[in-house]
Nanobody
Framework: QVQLMESGGGLVQAGGSLRVSCAASGITSSFFTIGWYRQSPGKQRELVANINSGGGTNYADSVKGRFTISGDNAKNTVWLQMNNLKPEDTAIYYC?????????WGQGTQVTVSS
């Protein structure tokens, strides 16, 4: 069973930085994608960024140039470095893993950006 353990997040002023981490356990395949989605009140959950086991990355247009996703395959850990945060980045951030034809979610971590 794949489990995702998130850490990081919190409260920061606009223009500041935060880093969230996702440690995945139970992934047995060499092929997987791990990433971050976010959801704010009244909005649908949306992709923020993801990285696959080959190192390929994908970003939402709204975070390009500000957020960087990176990963360590040996540790099955993915980090999302968020710089120049804006109030509209405020949301619950969920770690997501796709492997073996299945999708897994973390419990979510709150990121709040004050103006």
């Amino acid at each position: 069973q794949v489990q995702l353990m998130e850490s990081g997040g919190g409260l920061v002023q606009a223009g500041g930085s935060l880093r969230v981490s996702c440690a995945a356990s139970g992934i047995t395949s060499s092929f997987f994608t791990i990433g971050w989605y976010r959801q704010s009140p009244g909005k649908q959950r949306e992709l923020v960024a993801n990285i696959n086991s080959g190192g390929g990355t994908n970003y939402a247009d709204s975070v390009k140039g500000r957020f960087t996703i990176s990963g360590d395959n040996a540790k099955n850990t993915v980090w999302l470095q968020m710089n120049n945060l804006k109030p509209e980045d405020t949301a619950i951030y969920y770690c997501n893993a796709r492997t073996g034809g299945r999708i897994y979610w973390g419990q979510g971590t709150q990121v709040t950006v004050s103006s």
